[in-house]
Nanobody
Framework: QVQLVESGGGLVQPGGSLRLSCLVS????????VGWFRQAPGKEREFVAH????????YYADSVKGRFTISRVNAKNTVYLQMNVLKPDDTAVYYC???????????????????WGQGTQVTVSS
């Protein structure tokens, strides 16, 4: 059974930075593509970023492109989301998710991911 645990959330002022981590256990990590999603109060869960199993290709939502960076260290079974120039609109619970065999056209689709973490709260406020 694949398990995902997010960490690194917290309260930050607008313009600040946070780095989220997603530790994946229970299976061969290098088989899985990983995505980050977020859900703000009263809103639907939305795609943030995705990294392929090989780590060679990444995808981002337009709203975070240029500010967020997704990366992975397979030796540590960990995926990171570096978030810079944070805005109040970035406030949400952030989830990481993993799946094997996710096709490129589905990376932004939450339904394409088989495994999910429990989320970590990110609050951007002065």
């Amino acid at each position: 059974q694949v398990q995902l645990v997010e960490s690194g959330g917290g309260l930050v002022q607008p313009g600040g930075s946070l780095r989220l981590s997603c530790l994946v256990s229970g299976s061969t990590f290098s088989r899985y593509a990983v995505g980050w999603f977020r859900q703000a109060p009263g809103k639907e869960r939305e795609f943030v970023a995705h990294i392929r199993a090989t780590g060679g290709t990444t995808y981002y939502a337009d709203s975070v492109k240029g500010r967020f960076t997704i990366s992975r260290v397979n030796a540590k079974n960990t995926v990171y989301l570096q978030m810079n120039v944070l805005k109040p609109d970035d406030t949400a619970v952030y989830y990481c998710a993993a799946g094997a065999g996710i096709i490129v056209s589905s990376v932004r689709n939450a339904g394409a991911y088989a495994y999910w973490g429990q989320g970590t709260q990110v609050t951007v406020s002065s």
